[in-house]
């Protein structure tokens, strides 16, 4: 019943007509100008950069999460609190899980580079 009413208010040609307007207005090469002007700015290049690395220590973690499944839940911990709650939060984790210095320092300072390759290069952009 309900088909029926739409029918006679919409009629299928005026419908694929506007989808067809609709995906002619946007020209197919957009997405390499984009890409070309995202890249050409040094922001946009470490903001890549960035994305690249988290994504590399997203892999270590899928990888280590195999391999030694207590270490990465312990790292992956201390990774999520740093990002959600603070700097504070995740060395503190890290020594009351037993981690020593040299565990716990550099795996921070990893993070926090992270956060300043990835959200620096978008506040950046945002602002052009």
């Not at 207005?25 to 002007?37: A, G, K, L, S």
């Not at 050409?40 to 590399?56: H, M, P, Q, V, Y």
């Not at 220590?57 to 990888?63: P, S």
């Not at 700097?87 to 926090?112: C, D, K, T, W």
């Amino acid at each position: 019943m309900r088909a029926k009413q739409l029918d006679g208010l919409v009629s299928w040609s005026t419908l694929s007509s506007h989808l067809v307007r609709f995906f002619r207005t946007y020209p197919v090469d957009q997405d390499t100008r984009m890409r070309e002007t995202f890249f050409a700015s040094t922001e946009g290049r470490l903001l890549g950069f960035g994305l690249a690395l988290t994504g590399l220590m997203l892999l270590a973690f899928g990888i280590g999460w195999v391999v030694f499944p207590d270490s990465v839940l312990t790292y992956a911990a201390m990774t999520g609190l740093n990002l959600v709650v603070g700097r504070a939060a995740g060395v503190s984790f890290g020594y009351a899980s037993g981690l020593g210095h040299a565990q716990v320092i550099p795996f921070n300072m990893l993070v926090e580079t992270f956060k300043v390759l990835l959200l620096s290069p978008l506040c950046v952009l945002s602002w052009r």
